[in-house]
Nanobody, 115 residues
Framework: QVQLVESGGGLVQTGGSLRLSCTAS????????MAWYRQAPGKQRDLVAS???????NYADSVKGRFTISRDNAKSTLYLQMNSLEPEDTAVYYC?????????WGQGTQVTVSS
């Protein structure tokens, strides 16, 4: 019903920046909340940031002040601006969309921060 495709991951040095994008297609009109999660090797998948339909946001403590989540509803696209990147940010980043009780996931995009 909803397809999510992430892009923008890559390799960056400590202190650098990346901007991730997630484009949604299909039945997108009823998406309530979109979010970015990340999962490092051997770790659980954790919430990074979320944004609701009117633009209210929340962030994990570890990224607060460094990352910014935004949403372009007209383009059905979610963004994550990541600044002051640290090696601890290295992970696969996943886009998530919620429609009522259903959750949809993208395939993930790798972010690697070198020291």
């Amino acid at each position: 019903q909803v397809q999510l495709v992430e892009s923008g991951g890559g390799l960056v040095q400590t202190g650098g920046s990346l901007r991730l994008s997630c484009t949604a297609s299909g039945s997108t009109n009823n998406i309530n909340v979109m979010a970015w999660y990340r999962q490092a090797p051997g770790k659980q998948r954790d919430l990074v940031a979320s944004i609701n339909v009117v633009g209210s946001t929340n962030y994990a403590d570890s990224v607060k002040g460094r990352f910014t989540i935004s949403r372009d509803n007209a383009k059905s696209t979610l963004y994550l601006q990541m600044n002051s990147l640290e090696p601890e940010d290295t992970a696969v980043y996943y886009c998530n969309a919620r429609i009522f009780i259903s959750n949809y996931w993208g395939q993930g995009t790798q972010v690697t921060v070198s020291s």
